[in-house]
């Protein structure tokens, strides 16, 4: 402990100096004697504790305590008042200005030990404390480096989960794309057919058009180029012609809307909603866009029945909760198709608002999950698929999405050979919580 004794006459402070360096172990005791000397040797020798005299009737010592805690590095050093007065009001005073106790003199021996003791406790206690704190403080730090850190880890693994599911899918979402464009592409063939006969036709009629009509008409001409014309418009079946390209255009424009949609749900679900990104959605069609994408993947395996509510709204982060939708989904596709059964496979979803939640549940009618694997398939990693067909990320990816950054909950619900439900339960205005914890 450094101990810095301030008075006056140099021989008291010998003495106290004295009395510290016999009677209290491990101490280094500086003494000043001129108040201009307090404030560079307290800088110098890294002081603990200040024994600082205060004589009748001077009180200049007050000023000299407030100048030292006036200054924050010397907050919390112990400032003890050694003195002769017994005037309760000064002490009071010198407690208000920040000392920590005070030593009558004459100085009793056995009273100055206690006292010098308990301050050198004291002290102790706040830089143990002070040290605990500055630990704290780093541990802190790193604590929301490794935070901040697996947000990271979390966004690539989420990012990293949307790619598999999307590489798994990808055949069946261009082959989507491709039926239409397909006929789409057909179509524009037949059209180009069509002009091509219409233009004929439209050649046929500016000639007639063009006869000359005078007093000397060729009547018998005119009725030869209109049979001619009558003639040409059945054998081009004109009137057939005039009715398909009514129906080739609305069918292709149908075709252009499918892709576009397709195009769309896969914008909407590759927008990870990095981060914050939080806005009033609607689960109707979220939902709608996820089934678009695995359309594909139901065909021959199950049917689909569709009970959502529309409109659902919610403060939610769309690629994410598009994300889960189409991760459970995938799951239910998964385990009707590993059945090989004969007839088609039911997956049910059902969305729909709850007081202050909106639901999304969706169930299949496959083998159920095992009861030794239930509690695990949340798990990162977990999957009982072939090496290669599933990474294990899907549901617990799901889960932190509901859960961690939607405040919601993910439950399932499934007996081996009755099926399996999943169930989101998401607050409408988890966009609210999200961003309160951030
Ligand atoms: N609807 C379901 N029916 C039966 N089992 C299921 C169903 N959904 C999930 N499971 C089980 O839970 C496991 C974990 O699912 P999860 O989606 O996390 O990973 P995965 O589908 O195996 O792999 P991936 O990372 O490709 O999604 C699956 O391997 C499967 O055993
Ligand atoms: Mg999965």
Request: glycine share 6%.
């Amino acid at each position: 402990m450094n101990i810095l004794i301030a008075g006056h006459e140099k021989i008291n402070l010998r003495i106290t100096q004295e009395l510290i360096q016999t009677h209290i172990t491990d101490s280094h005791v500086f003494l000043c004697s001129s108040p201009d000397e307090i404030a560079p040797k307290m800088k110098e020798y890294n002081i603990d504790i200040v024994l600082l005299e205060i004589i009748i009737p001077q009180i200049k010592g007050i000023n000299i305590l407030k100048n030292i805690r006036s200054k924050k590095e010397y907050n919390d050093i112990q400032i003890i008042i050694l003195t002769e007065i017994i005037d309760k009001e000064v002490f009071k005073l010198c407690f208000e200005n920040g000392a920590n106790d005070y030593i009558y003199k004459p100085i009793d021996l056995i009273e100055f030990v206690a006292r010098m003791n308990a301050s050198i406790k004291a002290r102790r206690n706040i830089i143990a404390l002070q040290k605990t704190n500055d630990t704290v403080t780093t541990q802190y730090k790193k604590l929301q480096a490794m935070t901040h850190k697996l947000k990271d880890t979390q966004f690539n693994l989420i990012q990293k989960e949307k790619l598999t599911a999307l590489g798994e899918i990808a055949a069946g979402i261009a082959h989507e794309i491709n039926n239409p464009m397909g006929f789409i592409s057909s179509n524009l063939d037949t059209m180009n057919r069509y002009i091509q006969k219409i233009r004929n036709l439209i050649l046929l009629y500016r000639n007639f058009v063009q006869l000359p009509i005078d007093a000397n008409i060729n009547h018998e001409l005119l009725l030869r180029e209109k049979a001619a014309i009558a003639d040409i418009e059945q054998k081009q079946k004109i009137d057939f012609v005039l009715d398909d390209l009514t129906s080739v255009i609305l069918e292709s424009r149908d075709g252009v809307e499918r892709v576009t949609k397709i195009v769309q749900s896969l914008i909407n679900l590759a927008k990870t909603g990095t981060e914050n990104e939080i806005a009033y959605n609607d689960l109707s069609q979220i939902a709608e866009e996820a089934l678009l994408i695995v359309k594909h993947e139901t065909k021959c395996i199950a049917d689909i029945d569709k009970q959502i509510e529309v409109p659902l709204y919610l403060f939610c982060n769309k690629g994410q909760i598009g994300q889960v939708i189409l991760n459970i989904l995938l799951n239910a596709i998964h385990a009707v198709k590993n059945q090989s059964r004969k007839s088609m496979g039911k997956i049910t979803i059902k969305a729909y608002h709850a007081d202050e939640y909106v639901m999304c549940k969706i169930s299949d009618d496959g083998p159920g999950i095992k009861k030794e694997h239930r509690n695990r398939i949340f798990d990162p990693f977990f999957t009982t698929k072939d090496v290669g067909s599933g990474v294990g990320l899907g549901l617990s990816v799901a889960y932190d999405i509901v859960v961690k950054n939607h405040g919601g909950e993910l439950t399932v619900d499934s007996e081996p050979g009755s099926g399996t439900s999943f169930t989101i339960k998401l607050p409408a205005n988890s966009g609210k919580i999200y961003n309160a914890e951030e």
